[in-house]
């Protein structure tokens, strides 16, 4: 439906959103590993890592060889692989467009809890929905689901670049194209949707997302911030012409005006 660009909403409580960065940062190099291994090596992997809730509810057992971890930390293990580059860059560019606001929000500490638990939530759905799935679930949507779903209730009014149908792009408040994501998610979740795509883990996601933005966020931290941010690239900046003084106004003629000119950085 869309792809965020930009929102330059500027961070208040930290100097860098170091956990956005670092979980962008291993992702990419999970990422970075599957792909250049084998192909036996990236789907044992996915078996290993991945979340399949066969082996979570002791449906089926996986063979010794293919286990990496307890089926309990695949809850969490499943969020950093990814199927493609498309399927990693997208989820990394939601993250960063979104994330570093609602770290700003939470704090560093708590930010990693709400990431992590809104992908434990993504994937209990998915398990939920078909306890008997023996096919991996991987990819970070259910906790960046979790996390755009924070900046709705945070700063809905803030503007923000989007590139509409892969080419169109549009400066429109936050709450418009986010609104219209999680409306489609819930679609496509009532709906059956596509089998590649886990709409529950993406349903779960946003419910736990926007629970926990509740009471985890900053004392300070208001909802719905009513503050408007509008990106650096669209700002005209103009000086505002003087009012002359009586005692300025030659003689001779009216005042000169100065004329007010305007710089789009």
């Known amino acids: 439906m869309f792809i965020p660009l930009h929102d330059a909403n500027h961070l208040k409580h930290i100097r860098l959103q170091y956990v956005t960065i670092s979980l962008i940062v291993l992702n990419v190099l999970v990422w970075i590993y599957t792909s250049i291994s084998s192909q036996e090596v990236a789907q044992a992997t996915a078996i290993g890592l991945g979340y ?82 023996e096919i991996p679930l991987i990819g970070a949507s259910g906790a960046v689901a979790g996390v755009v779903t924070a900046y709705l209730l945070l700063h809905p009014r803030v503007q923000v670049w989007v590139l509409v149908l892969m080419r169109l792009p549009l400066r429109i408040p936050a709450w418009i194209p986010i609104v219209l ?22 349903v779960g996601g946003i419910v ?37 003084s009586p005692a300025s106004v030659p003689a001779s003629g009216p005042p000169r005006q100065q004329m007010p000119w305007g710089r789009q950085p």
């Open 208 to 244: 736990a997302g926007g629970i926990m933005v509740l009471f985890m966020r900053r004392r300070a931290v208001p909802l719905f911030d009513r503050v408007i941010v509008t990106p650096k690239g669209a700002e005209v900046v103009t000086t505002e012409a003087p009012i002359p």
């Open 181 to 202: 994501w999680i409306a489609f998610q819930f679609l496509m979740f009532a709906a059956g949707g596509e089998e590649q795509v886990s709409w529950a883990a993406h």
């Open 52 to 133: 399949i809730p066969a082996l979570v509810f002791d449906h089926a057992e996986l063979p010794a060889e293919l286990v990496i971890v307890p089926d309990n930390l695949t809850y969490i293990t499943y969020a950093f692989l990814h199927g493609d580059f498309f399927h990693l860059a997208g989820n990394m560019l939601f993250l960063w467009v979104f994330g570093d606001n609602v770290e700003d929000a939470l704090g560093h500490v708590k930010f990693l809890i709400f990431y992590l638990a809104s992908a434990v939530v993504g994937a209990w759905l998915h398990g939920i929905m078909d306890p008997n799935s």
